[in-house]
T-cell receptor, first 114, second 111 residues
Framework: GAVVSQHPSRVICKSGTSVKIECRSLDFQATTMFWYRQFPKKSLMLMATSNEGSKATYEQGVEKDKFLINHASLTLSTLTVTSAHPEDSSFYIC??????????FGPGTRLTVT | QKEVEQDPGPLSVPEGAIVSLNCTYSNSAFQYFMWYRQYSRKGPELLMYTYSSGNKEDGRFTAQVDKSSKYISLFIRDSQPSDSATYLCAMSAGGSYIPTFGRGTSLIVHP
């Protein structure tokens, strides 16, 4: 149980285009989902907390107009990187929370902006 | 001082060794303590979580929390090459339960 999927696993896009990443909890409902960014050999950087049916809460320094988050249902959250630039290239990981103190991560999405 | 400190390693051990991974923290409000394993280019996998102080065992893994010292540990017995990964500690307080992660320790178990 407690499986979280992410799609796509890898994406390459051109500078200036937008990319959407999906995060799904497959066998549980998640009122809260999180989006992280991870740089090589660095820890997870929380970008935003997404609650079903309400606006996401962004961490300080994260541009909400650039990283659009939608939590449309209890099993789906999406992250759209708008007008992507090479500096947005990173490993993006989502997680979903079935209970307050448990968090399960997706396999991650490797974004490369050329 | 960061809220959660974790030595990045790498920690290299021979197969069969007992591995000790540790984190220290500064926020006394933390009550929930988690350990995640992350293989290269994959998402973190929840290994164990404990509430407050004490020990918890699951197979070859034992998690220890010492709140008085603000110190948590993960022990891996009979380590295997398949245990080679990055291990991240995470902890959260009540309320939002949003975890704070350590930077991870890279573990290498060589045959």
């Amino acid at each position: 149980g407690a499986v979280v999927s992410q799609h796509p696993s890898r994406v390459i896009c051109k500078s200036g285009t937008s990319v959407k990443i999906e995060c799904r909890s497959l066998d549980f409902q998640a009122t809260t989902m999180f989006w992280y960014r991870q740089f090589p050999k660095k820890s997870l950087m929380l970008m935003a907390t997404s609650n079903e049916g309400s606006k996401a809460t962004y961490e300080q320094g994260v541009e909400k107009d650039k990283f659009l988050i939608n939590h449309a249902s209890l099993t789906l959250s999406t992250l759209t990187v708008t007008s992507a630039h090479p500096e947005d290239s990173s490993f993006y990981i989502c997680s979903a929370r079935p209970r307050a103190y448990e968090q399960y991560f997706g396999p991650g999405t490797r974004l490369t902006v050329t | 001082q960061k809220e959660v400190e974790q030595d990045p390693g790498p920690l290299s051990v021979p197969e069969g060794a007992i591995v000790s991974l540790n984190c220290t923290y500064s926020n006394s409000a933390f009550q929930y303590f988690m350990w995640y394993r992350q293989y290269s280019r994959k998402g973190p996998e929840l290994l164990m979580y404990t509430y407050s102080s004490g020990n918890k065992e699951d197979g070859r893994f034992t998690a220890q929390v010492d709140k008085s010292s603000k110190y948590i540990s993960l022990f891996i017995r009979d380590s295997q090459p398949s245990d080679s990964a990055t291990y991240l500690c995470a902890m959260s307080a009540g309320g939002s339960y949003i975890p704070t992660f350590g930077r991870g320790t890279s573990l290498i178990v060589h045959p």
